[in-house]
């Protein structure tokens, strides 16, 4: 992507902003308290969502999941539209109470699947839950998508009643939760600049999907139950000094002033995490010279001579420490400046025995380089003890099952522990016990039980 593509992202997602402002402001003109939102899209390419939070007074999302939709990568989108608005409640605008109609195939709902999607959306710091739509069309394009009323214009339907059990649920316990908030010790940086000069690369290859990439580190962070506030590349030291850990994938883009504020919370005792393709362009697209990964090679202490691009299914063996994985799409091939190795390239590729993870010790903190996009196996083995050492309390599930927690006034904790999954659960949690699941009224003593896509909300002291 030139420099001139990159300016007219920008503009484009200015010029529809100011579209948006301009209405705002003639509706201000009339209704001086109304608060004013507009939809929003998890992580919808074309608009660069921390510039339009700015502006809005609640922020709104639209959750539409595919069939394939992994539940870590909902979870995301939720903090991430959260953290937009600057880890303040927010709006669930839409979702489906059925099946949406745009995908080549379009499965119905499970029973119980929009009461787990929307009590997730609660958890991640939803104060509202709402349905596209209410009664379903007759014509258009949207005439096969769910609705709370479908064509059979009854109230005897199976959605019907489940969305109506779901409401019940909301209005009895939903009031005593809104207004509270999400607490964590870890972030991620989710960059739209770096996401607009990733995906426009004309090389050194076509297979980066950069919400993919933030989502191959939320997914092991997800999976252990440690909570995380999504935040911009941006956001200054005074705030990001808040975090024990900070995480910045696939960041190609270094825009002012982030490589210096980086360096001081790292050196402060900050522990900070990027690697492949990153520190490579600057706020105008172009290649920082003096070799990858640019401005962060000092925090980084280590040289990315080459990426090698890997063809679509072509994996590369990691190997060290606690860590045995596969790499896919890119591998970096490092030199250490400073850096500890952690693990190195396996295989018959000329680098092998190249460092493939590293570790800098800079001043009071530690900054990871990892050199290649890790499966699943490989990411969570290596996540795990920097959240050990950094005592971040993760919790242990069984597969499919999140716990997530949001904190009120007064010192009560709301713990919402959701099956996403279409079989039975069961699972023991000492520090849910002698609470109180709100919509059954049980006191929690060791064993939960949770049917397919089962939660329970349980209130902590």
Known sequence: MSGLQMDYRRFQS???LACYTNERDAIREYDATTPITTNLMGTFKDLDYFEWAKEMDVVSWDNYPGMDTPPSFTAMCHDLMRGIGGNKPFMLMEQTPNQQNWFPFCKVKQPGEVRKLSWQAVAHGADTVRFFQMKQSLGGCERFHGAVIAHDGTEESRVFKETAALGEELDRIGRRIMGSRIESRVAIMFDWQSYWSLEGCVGPTTGFNYPNEVHRFYRALWRRNVPVDMIASTTPLARLSQYDLDIAPALITVLPGVA????????????????YMAGIHDEHDLVVPGGYPGKLRRLMGVWVEEIDALAPGETIEVH????????????????????ERLATYGGDEFYAGHSALTVNAYGKGKAYFVGTPLDETGMSAFMAPIIKELDLKSLDTPEDVSLSVRYGDGGTRYAFLINNSAADKRLCLSELNGGTELLTGTVINDLIELKPYGVDVIALR
């Open 320 to 339: 060290g420490g606690t860590v045995d994985a596969k790499g896919e799409i890119v591998a970096s091939i490092i030199h250490r400046e400073g850096a």
């Open 260 to 275: 210096e504020t980086l360096e001081a919370y790292v050196a402060d005792g900050g522990t900070f995490i990027t690697g």
């Open 14 to 16: 200015q010029a529809q």
